[in-house]
C-alpha cells in the first residue's frame, strides 16, 4: 500500500485546511486508517481514525468538531477538514493504514504499517 499525504500549508489562526490521503497497492477496503500528527519536540499523536470505507470516525478531543474525515471511493481517498485552526495545531501530519490495528490500539503510532509522507501544516497566531 502506498500513500500520499497532500493538503497542508500556511494558515491564520481560524482558517481551514482539507487534507488528502490517496491510496494505491493493494485494495485495503475496511483496513483501520488514521490521521496522526508531530509537532516539533512532541511525541506522535492520533488525530482521527477510521475505517476506510467506513462511516464512523473517531476524533481526540482536542480537534473534535472542527475536524471531520470524509472519502471518495472512487479516488480511493480519504480527507481531513479541518476547520477553526488553532496555533497549537502546527504540526505534520500524516496518514496510515493499518491492516492488524484494532480498537484498542487505534492510537498506537506503532500499529500501522503503511504511513504517508507527511504534510506540513502550519497555523500563525
Known amino acids: 500500500v502506498q500513500l500520499q499525504a497532500s493538503g497542508g500549508g500556511l494558515v491564520q489562526a481560524g482558517g481551514s485546511l482539507r487534507l488528502s490521503c490517496a491510496a494505491s497497492?493493494?485494495?485495503?477496503?475496511?483496513?483501520?486508517m488514521a490521521w496522526f500528527r508531530q509537532a516539533p519536540g512532541k511525541e506522535r499523536e492520533l488525530v482521527a481514525a477510521?475505517?476506510?470505507?467506513?462511516?464512523?470516525?473517531y476524533y481526540t478531543d482536542v480537534v473534535k468538531g472542527r475536524f471531520t474525515a470524509s472519502r471518495d471511493n472512487g479516488k480511493n481517498t480519504v480527507y481531513l477538514q479541518m476547520n477553526s485552526l488553532r496555533p497549537e495545531d502546527t504540526a505534520v501530519y500524516y496518514c496510515?493504514?493499518?491492516?492488524?490495528?484494532?480498537?484498542?490500539?487505534?492510537?498506537?503510532?506503532?500499529?500501522?504499517?503503511?504511513w504517508g509522507q507527511g504534510t506540513q501544516v502550519t497555523v500563525s497566531s
Open positions: 477510521r475505517k476506510w470505507n467506513g462511516d464512523t470516525t
Open positions: 497497492g493493494r485494495y485495503i477496503g475496511n483496513t483501520r
Open positions: 496510515a493504514v493499518g491492516p492488524s490495528v484494532i480498537l484498542s490500539n487505534i492510537a498506537t503510532p506503532t500499529a500501522y504499517a503503511y
